[in-house]
């Protein structure tokens, strides 16, 4: 496709489900990044591929969270036994090389509302 | 570690008036600086960014911005406000392969 596409755009659930939420980045691009951004607040780092390896997971807030993207292309983000502070708009972005200065380009985001 | 400080949650300006975002950091490397515009219900989108060379970067839409290492800073600036400029600006600093640090955004106000 054009641009990053994340699905689904919004997602409510129980406290205490799981969900996944789907990136599909821009094709051929070789890093894939997953973003937090809860309300008034910027992005934060979540995790990082590089083709199917995930290099840092080091913004993962919790063992509740993964994410892999098993064949270098999609990307799934899980979350287990959600609870009301992962409540967020979780951003997608993808990238086609390697280096700091790579352009990310973002998906529009998956709005999860835990209730 | 790494950190971005914008200045002001909320900026609002005159339609044709100079618009000015405040961006401060810190890192412990040499940074890699962007600015990034975030519209309602749509992803963020890179506006400009400093790698290395000429401390003063222009960027889509008649931005730039200027990367005073003296003042840790990277202010965003554009000469004449435009309606379709309201939005949200986010600073970000990325140190590391990848992994950015955003600030917590700008909301700008253009009025007529």
């Known amino acids: 496709g054009a641009g990053v596409s994340q699905s689904p755009r919004y997602k409510v659930a129980k406290r205490g489900q799981d969900v996944a939420l789907r990136c599909d980045p821009i094709?051929?691009?070789?890093?894939l990044f997953w973003y937090q951004q809860a309300l008034g607040q910027g992005p934060e780092f979540l995790t990082y591929f590089q083709n199917e390896a995930q290099l840092d997971k080091s913004g993962l807030p919790s063992d509740r969270f993964f994410a892999e993207r098993p064949e270098g292309s999609v990307s799934t983000l899980k979350i287990q036994r959600t609870q009301q502070e992962d409540s967020a708009v979780y951003l997608c972005?993808?990238?086609?090389?390697?280096?700091?200065?790579?352009?990310?380009?973002f998906g529009p985001g998956t709005r999860l509302t835990v209730l | 570690a790494q950190s971005v400080t914008q200045l002001g949650s909320h900026v609002s300006v005159s339609e044709g008036a100079l618009v000015l975002l405040r961006c401060n950091y810190s890192?412990?490397?040499?940074?890699?600086l962007f600015w990034y515009v975030q519209y309602p219900n749509q992803g963020l989108q890179l506006l400009l960014k400093y790698t290395t060379g000429a401390t003063l970067v222009k960027g889509i839409n008649g931005f730039e911005a200027e990367f005073k290492k003296s003042e840790t800073s990277f202010h965003l600036t554009k000469p004449s406000a435009h309606m379709s400029d309201a939005a949200e600006y986010f600073c970000a600093v990325s140190p590391n392969a990848g992994k950015s640090t955003f600030g917590d955004g700008t909301t700008l106000t253009v009025k007529p």
């Open positions: 972005a993808s990238s086609s090389g390697t280096g700091l200065d790579n352009e990310q380009f």
């Open positions: 890192s412990s490397v040499p940074p890699y």
């Open positions: 094709s051929g691009h070789v890093s």
